[in-house]
């Protein structure tokens, strides 16, 4: 009963107590991050390995194990999968909850770097990826266009990425279901007949040409300097003129046996949406989709209601042919969510501030009200 006495006989300490503790509630309820998904930094790494053409025994045998021994050299994992498929090994290991996720992803690139080079040259892409809950998007839009070319949704969406980058509370922009860019080479045959070309003789000269040929090096004194030779394509017009074969004498330059000109990849998947107010009779719309992600520590209803305006001019500003819809808003569940809370605290306070009222009185009601908000805390 101490703690009470001091309480009484220090009723103004006391007040002062509560006044200061409600100052510090109130302001926090208003200036705490609010997300839907809670920022927990989790310890793992998942490592994609995809060699076209190889077979599953193939990439487990030559890929994937000699992942697997170098990654479990490393301490504190809690646990390692592996998933192969034809081309593709993804291996995902995930490390104690109580280790730093960054300096356990330093340790695994360390280790695919010390064994890189003894994995095959058919590799096309070897990619380290650090999990974070971070990275889901809060907002996602469509850009949105039946008529328009691929490459002018992708100028526009490059466009909306540098806008919206710029914000300080977007951490990143990433564009989904935009087809790779080529560069495609319509080979005419009959030309080709005419002047005694081959298809093997045209990849040869496009591969010799696009490849950096160490030159060796040029003794100046006592410097030594290392000479390349720049090979590598810079625009379409260096590619028209490789000279592919030489045919009476005469040069047969690539622009006078074929076509070269930028192209899109053969559709994969397709990215379509659709909404009541759009209509969707025909399964929804052609489109590219955009996600926005948050930096971490940050509020999501004040991020939204930054971009939104951001949004609209954006709308404004886009070709006729084109237009934005917001498909998923973050901030909306979260405020739905927030207002659900609030409304279940508003009506147990005055359930239960009712209830005590009739069976013990004014005064003991009203001191449960006021402890309920604390104790929901």
Known sequence: MKLP?????????????IIFLTIVGVRSLFIMPRTENPEVSIPGSSIIAIMPGASPVDMERMI?????????????????TTRVRDGLVIVSVEFDFNTDSDEKFDEVMQQM????????????????????????????????????????????ADKIQDIISKNHS???????????????????????????????????AIKSNNINIPGGDVKIGVQSLRVISSGSYQD??????????AYNGNLI???????????????KHLTRY?????????????????????????????????????IEKIERELPKEMHIELVYNQAVKVKNRINGFMSNLLQGIILVGLLIFLSLGFR?????VIAIPGKEK
Not at 124 to 138: P, V
Not at 181 to 201: G, R, Y
Not at 236 to 245: G, P, S
Request: hydrophobic letters at 40%.
């Open 5 to 17: 006495r001091f309480a009484i006989e220090n009723s103004s300490f006391t007040w002062m107590a």
């Open 64 to 80: 994937a194990l000699p992942i697997e021994e170098v990654i479990n050299e490393l301490e504190d994992i809690e646990r390692i």
């Open 113 to 156: 770097n010390g064994i890189r080079n003894s994995l095959p040259e058919e590799i096309k892409q070897l990619e380290m990826f650090q999990w974070s809950l971070a990275d889901m998007a809060m907002i996602q839009l469509a850009l949105i266009s039946d008529s328009a070319p691929w490459s002018d949704l992708q100028r526009e």
């Open 170 to 204: 977007i951490s990143k922009v990433r564009i989904f279901g935009l087809p790779e860019k080529e560069i495609h080479i319509k080979l005419d045959f009959e030309k080709m007949a005419m002047v005694n070309t081959t298809i093997e003789q045209v990849s040869n």
């Open 236 to 245: 379409l017009d260096e590619i028209r003129n490789t000279v592919v074969n």
């Open 253 to 267: 330059y690539l622009k006078n046996i074929a076509d070269v000109e930028y192209g899109y990849e053969e559709l």
């Open 274 to 310: 659709g909404s009541k107010r759009m209509g969707n009779d025909e399964g929804g719309h052609r489109c590219i989709f955009l996600g926005l992600s948050q930096k971490e520590g940050l509020n999501v209803l004040e991020t939204s209601e930054e971009l939104i305006p951001v």
């Open 364 to 368: 003991s009601s009203l001191v449960v």
